[in-house]
């Protein structure tokens, strides 16, 4: 061998040590990092993990709130349908009795009113029991207008106790 082959050879073997040293430098950082990077990856896991628990037990109580005001805003709406119901049965009963006669509506007069003008004894007769001041009884087509008058001011307190009672219940 000449000596340039000689050293083309030493060339040649310092380039493939100088390659092997730099794979084996890669592969050293390689199981270092990946030693790292698994260590990282199991505290991470771990955060997760603890967060989702976390927020699993925040979405359980906030369900359990829910399912609680809603069994109360249940509640209420029964108590409400049946208050509203019965108001519609006493009045619907009152209707019909105004309708058959079976009650009149009357008003008390004012006694010292002299413009009224209407001469309604004030001692009561023989067909009736009154143990007030002058009374005037009501046409019976007046009496049915007032007890839906009443009937519709009846309905609408009832909703408006509702609405108080859902706003109640719902607002913190």
Do not use: F
């Amino acid at each position: 061998m000449t000596p340039v082959q000689k050293l083309a050879g030493l060339v040649v073997l310092a380039l493939l040590l100088m390659v092997a040293a730099a794979g084996m430098t890669w592969q050293v950082q390689d199981w270092r990092m990946g030693k790292k990077l698994e260590e990282q990856a199991g505290l991470h896991k771990d955060d997760l993990a603890a967060i989702s628990n976390a927020a699993a037990a925040q979405a359980r109580v906030e369900q359990d709130k829910r399912l609680a005001t809603e069994r109360q805003l249940a509640a209420s709406d029964q108590q409400h349908t049946k208050e509203l119901s019965d108001a519609q049965r006493n009045q619907a009963q009152l209707r019909d009795r105004l309708a058959t006669a079976d009650v009149r509506l009357s008003v008390l007069l004012d006694a010292t009113d002299s413009a009224s003008g209407c001469d309604v004894p004030a001692a009561p007769g023989a067909v009736g029991v009154v143990h007030a001041a002058r009374r005037a009884q009501l046409d019976p087509a007046h009496a049915q207008r007032i007890i839906a008058i009443t009937d519709a001011g009846d309905q609408g307190l009832i909703a408006l106790r509702a609405c108080q009672a859902y706003v109640r219940t719902v607002a913190p």
